[in-house]
């Protein structure tokens, strides 16, 4: 009797593309804000400040995204053009092409030529595709649906630094906004490592310690330009 196994590949893609989002939009948004608040500015102007970065930072991680994914899905189509003329072309010998593929995987001549006719006689371009040129449906690039996860996943991140922002006085703005930021990542590094099956400490601890080290330097960078001045 089968049973039913879990598997999360399938969410490589829109999970990559949320995860970068968000940390980037906790990560750039608070460094922002405690560069700003270290140079002296007023509450409004941090909160204007960060409000400018989450508008840029959404925008600039959905146009990159879109690009960066637009790139390969381009190379993606053309290898498929490719192996399509190929296969029109010279059928044979993909045929042997696939073959000698099953064999170094482990199947024996016989069993590995028979595999990759039937392959072939169901879906040849689907084949060579998955087992050649190793595109399959779920690891596919989908630049819209990235440009989408990283630009929402961006604006959710940036907005918790900027709540802390509203919610606490100026006074005590650096110790809330470090605090609550290095909270908020733990958080989603351990969201992501389960939503990904990924060990959840190694995870919260990955995104903690650089988004840490970001705002420690954009601190320090905004605290010397402001005493320059």
């Not at 939009?25 to 560069?35: C, E, P, W």
């Not at 030529?113 to 371009?125: G, I, K, P, R």
């Not at 604006?155 to 509203?166: D, Q, R, S, T």
């Not at 959840?200 to 601890?205: E, N, T």
Request: net charge negative.
């Amino acid at each position: 009797m089968g049973h039913p196994e879990i598997h999360r590949t399938h969410r490589i893609g829109w999970l990559r593309a949320a995860v970068l989002g968000a940390n980037d939009g906790i990560v750039s948004t608070a460094s922002l804000v405690l560069g700003v608040a270290a140079a002296g500015a007023d509450s409004q102007g941090i909160l204007v400040a960060g409000v400018a970065g989450l508008v840029a930072g959404a925008m600039s991680m959905a146009a990159g995204e879109y690009v960066s994914v637009s790139s390969q899905a381009d190379t993606e189509r053309a290898d498929l053009a490719r192996e399509s003329g190929e296969l029109a072309a010279d059928p044979q010998r993909e045929h042997a092409e696939l073959t000698a593929i099953y064999v170094e995987r482990g199947l024996d001549a016989t069993l590995a030529f028979n595999v990759a006719t039937q392959l072939m006689q169901h879906d040849a371009l689907g084949a060579h595709a998955r087992d050649e040129l190793g595109i399959s449906d779920s690891l596919s690039a989908r630049p819209v649906q990235a440009a989408l996860a990283s630009a929402a996943t961006f604006a959710i991140g940036a907005m918790l630094p900027l709540l802390v922002v509203v919610l606490f006085p100026i006074a005590n703005l650096m110790w809330a906004v470090s605090g609550g930021s290095l909270l908020f990542l733990a958080l989603l590094g351990s969201v992501s490592a389960r939503a990904g099956g990924a060990p959840v400490i190694s995870a919260a601890s990955r995104v903690t310690f650089w988004g840490a080290l970001a705002m420690a330097l954009t601190a320090g960078v905004g605290a010397l330009f402001g005493v320059a001045a």
